[in-house]
């Protein structure tokens, strides 16, 4: 059987495949701690699971619209002025089944083959794949711990030519954790406005997770809007991971052509979802901020921890679940015949000496990090640490 080439233009997710070894030795009756996957460790909010169940009881059980039911693309606006202070109308909304899914419509419905989609390191690892599924072409910008991992307006000027078509980024990031200012925002505005073709993809999902202020979109200046699509979803906010609900916010015609893709992958997301969406969208915030100030606690601790290991360089997070340190100081370092050459050397080494899960930084766009996730308890984190350190002791 010969399988389409399609599978050889793309990779795994990393965050997939070490969930996946670590799974594989938590069956052998190890004890794996995960800190490589990004879900919150928290329960969906009860007013959300009870919305749930009342869509159940109310025989909320049969296809939905393509684009979402209309009082969920309406909560999606309400959400969108209450907290961003922009105006959209429910035909600029598109959900879908998780901001994955969102993420794909909007690349394939812009990028044709040969387009260029210029994308700042670290990215989150879908980004690039997703291009390749396009058959566009990913151009990389190199940032730096020293630049807070955000790239300049000069190096973005830079990596513009007139294949470009796409500018892609997160904020708050995954995995560095860099949230952009509307200062940073506005100076990199300033560069779109001389280039009027590049469409720019704004991954917001991590919205409601920011230690360093409110959260600013890159759509609130108004003559960029229209060439903005602003992707995000529930699963990090709202701790619905599962519940699978991600929406883009879009200029009518490019959410047209998204609804256009989508009724042929999958047609509308789940619908006891979506009422339960309605509910988190227009409902109490209290649960996500409870949540955000238990990141935070968490957040400190990890820092103290990563910061008290020896060689490492690491970025103090303005968002996200994240650190993302620079480990590159034991490259070439040996232990029982074991030497680590990379970061993937690196993670394999703690997770089969520490019994911790990790994200090497190679499949963000970064070869000399590492990704560990802090959405995990205070315990758990406190002794993944303490095996981590252990293990790199033993490095010489």
Request: charged fraction near 25%; include cysteine; charge should be negative.
């Amino acid at each position: 059987m010969e399988l389409s080439s399609l599978l050889n233009r793309f990779n795994e997710p990393e965050t997939l495949k070490m969930a996946k070894l670590g799974r594989e030795l938590r069956a052998k009756g190890i004890d794996v701690i995960d800190l490589s996957l990004g879900e919150p460790d928290f329960d969906t909010p009860q007013h959300i699971k009870e919305a749930a169940i009342k869509a159940i009881n109310d025989n909320w059980s049969h296809y939905t619209p393509v684009a979402g039911f209309l009082d969920l693309r309406e909560a999606v606006c309400t959400k969108l002025n209450r907290d961003n202070n922009l105006d959209y109308k429910p035909e600029n909304i598109i959900t879908s089944t998780g901001a994955k899914q969102s993420l794909a419509n909007a690349i394939l419905a812009l990028v044709d083959e040969g387009d260029e989609v210029i994308i700042p390191t670290p990215y989150w690892v879908t980004y690039s794949e997703l291009v390749k599924i396009a058959r566009g072409k990913v151009v990389e910008i190199r940032t730096t711990v020293e630049n807070k991992f955000k790239p300049t307006p000069a190096q973005v000027e830079a990596a513009i030519t007139p294949r470009t078509k796409v500018f892609m980024f997160s904020s708050p990031c995954n995995p560095s954790g860099a949230v952009y200012s509307k200062e940073e925002l506005e100076v990199l505005a300033e560069v779109f406005r001389k280039h009027p073709n590049i469409t720019i993809l704004s991954d917001e999902i991590y919205e409601y997770i920011n230690f360093v202020g409110k959260h600013e979109s890159i759509a609130q200046f108004d003559d960029l809007k229209s060439r903005v699509v602003i992707i995000n979803g529930l699963s990090k906010g709202f701790a619905m991971t599962g519940w699978r609900l991600g929406y883009i916010a879009a200029d009518a015609a490019i959410a047209k052509a998204c609804e256009k893709l989508q009724g042929q992958f999958t047609s509308g997301t789940n619908s006891i979802t979506q009422k339960a969406a309605v509910a988190a969208l227009t409902g109490d915030l209290r649960p996500s901020m409870e949540m955000t100030a238990e990141f935070t606690r968490r957040r400190k601790r990890t820092l103290e921890l990563v910061n008290a290991i020896p060689g490492f360089k690491c970025f103090e997070p303005e968002g996200a679940f994240y650190v993302f340190p620079d480990v590159s100081y034991y490259y070439g370092k040996s232990a029982n015949g074991e030497t680590i050459h990379n970061a993937a050397d690196f993670s394999m080494y703690i997770l089969n000496n520490a019994h911790v899960s990790s994200v090497m930084g190679d499949a963000f766009g970064e070869s000399n990090c590492v990704r560990f996730s802090f959405a995990n308890s205070m315990e758990n984190i406190e002794r993944a640490w303490g095996r981590i350190a252990e293990a790199l002791s033993k490095l010489a």
